[in-house]
């Protein structure tokens, strides 16, 4: 059973940065694919940015060039680097992993952009 635990979450302004951390309690390199979804209210959760087996992250178009997701071997996290946040961003973000052939999610964490 692989536990994924975010934090980081909160309340920021247009344009400010925040920064998402995942735990995992597995080695993230075991995972076939590792990142972050997110889901706004009254739409469907949606891939935000994840590693594939292939090792080259992924991201959906709306965030390129403004999150960064990243991985820590040492401590077993993802990280995702949200810089000149929109209100559209606004959503509960959750962690993902795929580990022999079951997903795997967090709990989620809340941003909001707002001013």
């Known amino acids: 059973q692989v536990q994924l635990v975010e934090s980081g979450g909160g309340l920021v302004q247009p344009g400010g940065s925040l920064r998402l951390s995942c735990a995992a309690s597995?080695?993230?390199?075991?995972?076939?694919?590792v990142g972050w979804y997110r889901q706004a209210p009254g739409k469907q959760r949606e891939l935000v940015a994840a590693?594939?087996?292939?090792?080259?992250?992924t991201y959906v178009d709306s965030v390129q060039g403004r999150f960064t997701v990243s991985r820590d071997n040492a401590d077993n996290t993802v990280n995702l680097q949200m810089n000149s946040l929109r209100s559209e961003d606004t959503a509960v973000y959750y962690c993902?992993?795929?580990?022999?052939?079951?997903?795997?999610w967090g709990q989620g964490t809340q941003v909001t952009v707002s001013s």
């Open positions: 993902h992993a795929n580990f022999k052939a079951r997903d795997y």
């Open positions: 597995e080695s993230i390199f075991r995972f076939y694919v």
């Open positions: 590693f594939t087996s292939g090792g080259t992250p």
